[in-house]
């Protein structure tokens, strides 16, 4: 069974770091390429970032390119995000997820709140 | 930047068909992929590459995909329905992946 198990949320002061991560199992991390999408409360889905399963390419949102950088540890079974200079707007439920024959999301995790906040 | 338009949202009695809009410009040349999202819960794909659905999800669900639109139709809509429900595709020219606003559907 895919399981995604989402971790490190919490709160944080506007223009401070935190790191998200995403621990994987049942199916072979390796292969496949993740995903970073958020939702603010109340809001729509916002895709953040993907990796590819070899991290030979990695892309970004606009709203988050040059503050938040995604990372795997294939060795791990993990996915993470870190994100830096954060500001209110970036509060939300923040969930990976895994790709599946195409660009479909087809596995997400439960999620972990970041709030972002003096 | 590539953008997914939804309607903000759909109602309909139980047992009839819904039918939920994306549009977006030649999105019949892309494959489209549709999500459920339940208060609380995260999303689940009930519908990929148009008009695939994954293991476990009911044929009620189906997809459509042509020119500037696609659709996602559930029929004999259950209480057990009602849902935010998203489209999404992977825009190329941007290297992005794409959301679009989401549908709430409302089960009458």
């Known amino acids: 069974e895919v399981q995604l198990v989402e971790s490190g949320g919490g709160l944080v002061k506007p223009g401070g770091s935190l790191r998200v991560s995403c621990a994987a199992s049942?199916?072979?991390?390796?292969?496949?390429?993740m995903n970073w999408v958020r939702q603010a409360p109340g809001k729509g889905l916002e895709w953040v970032s993907c990796?590819?399963?070899?991290?030979?390419?990695?892309y970004y949102a606009d709203s988050v390119k040059g503050r938040f950088t995604i990372s795997r540890d294939n060795a791990k079974n993990s996915l993470y995000l870190q994100m830096n200079s954060l500001r209110a707007e970036d509060t939300a439920v923040y969930y990976c997820?895994?790709?599946?024959?195409?660009?479909?999301?087809?596995?997400w995790g439960q999620g972990t709140l970041v709030t972002v906040s003096s | 930047s590539y953008v997914l338009t939804q309607p903000p949202s759909v109602s309909v009695a139980p047992g009839q068909t819904a039918r939920i809009t994306c549009g977006g410009s030649?999105?019949?040349?892309?494959?489209v992929h549709w999500y459920q999202q339940k208060p609380g819960q995260a999303p689940v794909l009930v519908v990929y590459?148009?008009?695939d659905r994954p293991s476990g999800i009911p044929e009620r669900f189906s997809g459509s995909n042509s020119g500037n639109t696609a659709t996602l139709t559930i029929s004999r809509v259950e209480a057990g329905d009602e849902a935010d429900y998203y489209c999404?595709?992977?825009?190329?020219?941007?290297?992005?992946?794409?959301f679009g606003g989401g549908t709430k559907l409302t089960v009458l």
């Open positions: 997820a895994r790709d599946g024959s195409g660009w479909e999301l087809r596995y």
């Open positions: 049942g199916f072979t991390f390796s292969n496949y390429t």
């Open positions: 990796i590819s399963s070899s991290s030979s390419y990695i």
């Open positions: 030649n999105i019949g040349r892309k494959s």
């Open positions: 590459d148009d008009s």
């Open positions: 999404q595709v992977w825009d190329s020219s941007s290297d992005h992946v794409v």
